[in-house]
């Protein structure tokens, strides 16, 4: 394994991303809009402190759980870029470059790019980034395979990675609710969701996440959003990414969260989860 990791380790990432990360290691506090995080179970390495420079955390979560919602509300939040590598997938299949074809194929059936195609992607991503000015980050999507996890704590340190979970039926049923307005872009959920607590666990209600009047017309759905193509991507995370969460389980790093219901029960208890004192106005403002 070590001559695996050893073999694929920085070169990956251009050596401008690297410096991006490790200089992001000692830059700017936590935006203005939320306290620094600190965390009751202590999930920090010791020695490093979060306050004293943006966050590098990443959403692990299956197809469907909500990574993007909760990303996005803190990356508003804490004024750290949202990147997702699912993202960076369909914009680069979207496109009409080399890979888009091929990228179609690998999405469209629900199983994972290759590992240094991701990278490549995310490369990209995180110089423009660094061009803009940004430093830390909130990975959603990646990593998504051990030998993803083993690349990126090569190359930076990660603060805390959030394990959001809910049941696999509902995971189902969500998936197949997305929707997406094709000209704002952003993401809506026309799923209605009950599902009666099973084995002593609580049951879950979701309300749908309807678009306002104007985005109507134009919303699609992604094409591995079917039945069959979501039961896939389960399949998938169950065996390639399951195993990431051990890895950081293993490095103490692992919070777990529940989500208790729809974005109205489960972003103030996720704040609460990370411990961040967000201020009355501020964090609706953030909502
Ligand atoms: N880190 C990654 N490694 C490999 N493939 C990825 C990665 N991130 C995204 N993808 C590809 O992009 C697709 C969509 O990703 P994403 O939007 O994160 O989906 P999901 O809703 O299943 O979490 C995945 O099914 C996979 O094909």
Request: charge should be neutral; proline fraction near 7%.
């Amino acid at each position: 394994m070590a001559a695996i990791t050893r073999l694929l380790k920085p070169s990956h990432f251009s050596s401008t991303s690297i410096s991006f990360m490790r200089r992001s290691l000692s830059t700017a506090a936590v935006s203005e809009t939320a306290k620094s995080p600190s965390y009751p179970h202590n999930p920090l390495p010791s020695g490093v402190d979060p306050s004293g420079r943006n966050v590098q955390w990443v959403f692990l979560g299956c197809p469907g759980v909500g990574k993007g919602t909760y990303a996005s509300r803190l990356s508003t939040l804490l004024g750290v870029p949202h990147i997702s590598t699912g993202d960076l997938v369909r914009e680069e299949l979207n496109s009409s470059g080399p890979l888009s074809q091929q990228l179609a194929e690998i999405v469209n059936q629900g199983k994972l790019v290759s590992d240094e195609i991701i990278i490549s992607l995310l490369s990209k991503r995180l110089e423009a980034g660094e061009a803009k000015g940004e430093s830390g980050f909130l990975l959603d999507g990646f990593p998504r395979t051990v030998r993803q996890a083993e690349i990126l704590d090569d190359v930076t340190d990660i603060d805390l990675v959030i394990n959001l979970k809910l049941p696999e039926n509902i995971l189902v049923e969500k998936c197949l609710g997305r929707r997406i307005c094709n000209q704002c872009g952003k993401n809506f959920n026309v799923a209605s969701i009950n599902a009666k607590g099973e084995n002593g666990s609580p049951g879950i209600s979701m309300a749908p996440l309807l678009p306002p009047s104007h985005c109507i017309s134009k919303l699609i759905t992604r094409a591995d959003d079917t039945e069959a193509v979501v039961k896939e991507r389960l399949r998938v995370y169950n065996d390639k990414s399951l195993p990431v969460e051990e890895f950081y389980r293993t490095q103490g790093k692992l919070l777990e969260f529940d989500l208790p219901g729809g974005i109205p029960e489960s972003w103030p208890k996720l704040l609460e989860a990370l411990n961040l004192d967000v201020h009355e106005g501020k964090q609706s403002a953030a909502a």
